[in-house]
């Protein structure tokens, strides 16, 4: 009428029994026990000795347990994704935290970076801003260095003052041109200046005629252009030898042919444009323009003062290139040639042509 389902190990036979006891059963690989119903059921029709349980019955156990087992399998499988994702969630938000944690430090880099650039650029402006300060202070101290020795050099004894035309007496007799050291083109015997105590008198000179082209521009120191320096100056304390920063208009110290050493003032730049070279008057006429002139190297002149730093070095010509002839010894000064210069583009193109051909005919030799 009723029937229980039990294993084997608990079931019990009359008798002190066979062996010992059942077991526990060992399912095969991949495959668990079919369950089994459990407390007393109603017997089937047709069950008694010998079993009543059908083909169909051991199929559907089977497909029971096949169902339980893959059920498993779908657990175990949710399992394992829900635990890969949250460790694939944690991998990416460890990888994310250390990503903000460089960006972090590198703009804190950046921000270090760019303080420090702002305090170089704070030191370097006031650095620039001290040098620019002690040039200044520089300058001014040779130039009032300059003026005490441009002073000094005025309290000796003047040169012969001109004298002026008569405004309406008959052109007289013109006085005889002034010679500079080493004559007309370099030629012909210096004459060492006057004494301060006796000046040859100058007769005055004849009025230029109506319509006659100006002499040109004012000599700056036209009064001490020729006047051998005093005797007791001693190059490297009184003057020294100029850094080639000149000027027109600068009262310079030269030495002449006749090798007594005079006052001279710049009155051009010439010379192919990197040339330290320079026109120097030497002769000032009575009216104050520029009588003779001599074409000198920065390295050969002089300036008034201890000097500004070192000595003008020797030009250096670009690759390719010889410096432009330089004209020797003193020569006439052309008309409109003073302080403010009288070169012109085309004298300019002249020595660059002048140098090219020298350069050609060197490079054929």
Known sequence: EFTRTEEARNIFTVGAGKGAAAATPVAPAGQKAAPLPSGTQRAPIGLGAGGGKTAADQQKLEREAALAEKKRQQEEALAARKAEQEAKRAEQKRIQEERQAAQKAAQEERQRQ??????????????????????????????????????????????????????????????????????????????????????????????????????????????QIGQPIPAGWVEGTNFAVSDGNLNNGDLVIIKRSDGSIRYGEIVDKTGLPWQQAFVVAVSAKPDGTSEFTRTEEARNIFTVGAGKGAAAATPVAPAGQKAAPLPSGTQRAPIGLGAGGGKTAADQQKLEREAALAEKKRQQE
Do not use: C, D, V
């Open 114 to 223: 760019l303080e420090e650039k702002k305090r170089q650029q704070e030191e370097a402006r006031a650095e620039q801003q001290r040098l620019f300060e002690e040039k200044k202070r520089k300058a001014e101290e040779e130039r009032a260095a300059k003026a005490a020795a441009q002073a000094a050099a005025r309290n000796q004894p003047p040169p012969p003052a001109s004298q002026p035309p008569p405004p309406k007496a008959a052109a007289p007799k013109a006085a005889p041109a002034r010679q500079g050291s080493g004559g007309f083109f370099g030629l012909g015997s210096a004459k060492p200046a006057p004494p301060a105590s006796a000046p040859p008198a100058q007769q005055p000179s004849a009025a230029p005629p109506a319509g006659a082209a100006s002499a040109g521009p004012k000599l700056k120191n036209a009064a």
